[in-house]
């Protein structure tokens, strides 16, 4: 069965840390890359970072560049995502999002709410 299970979300203060991690049950996107999502409150589902099947190449949306890292541990079947420095505005239910064939697969999503 496809299924991609996150955690690691909370509640941080302002210039905390969280790892959130996302668990590829079925071992079904070792071949794929991984990518993580995030949607605030009102808002539109916004791509936040990628990492390519090898490790290589990671991506990251402008606003948390130089903050989150994207990492992935094929033994463990696990991408995970760093996040560092958080601010407010990073508040919002993290997804992890991976494509197999033509068919896009999205977990049940993590809360990270960070306060001032």
């Known amino acids: 069965q496809v299924q991609l299970v996150e955690s690691g979300g909370g509640l941080v203060q302002a210039g905390g840390s969280l790892r959130l991690s996302c668990v590829d049950s079925g071992r079904t996107f070792s071949r794929t890359a991984m990518s993580w999502f995030r949607q605030a409150p009102g808002k539109a589902r916004e791509f936040v970072a990628t990492i390519s099947y090898s490790g290589n190449s990671p991506s990251y949306a402008e606003s948390v560049k130089g903050r989150f890292t994207i990492s992935r541990d094929k033994a463990k079947a696990t991408a995970y995502l760093q996040m560092d420095n958080l601010k407010p505005e990073d508040t919002a239910v993290y997804y992890c999002?991976?494509?197999?064939?033509?068919?896009?697969?999205w977990g049940q999503g993590t809360q990270v709410t960070v306060s001032s």
């Open positions: 999002h991976a494509i197999s064939g033509s068919t896009v697969y």
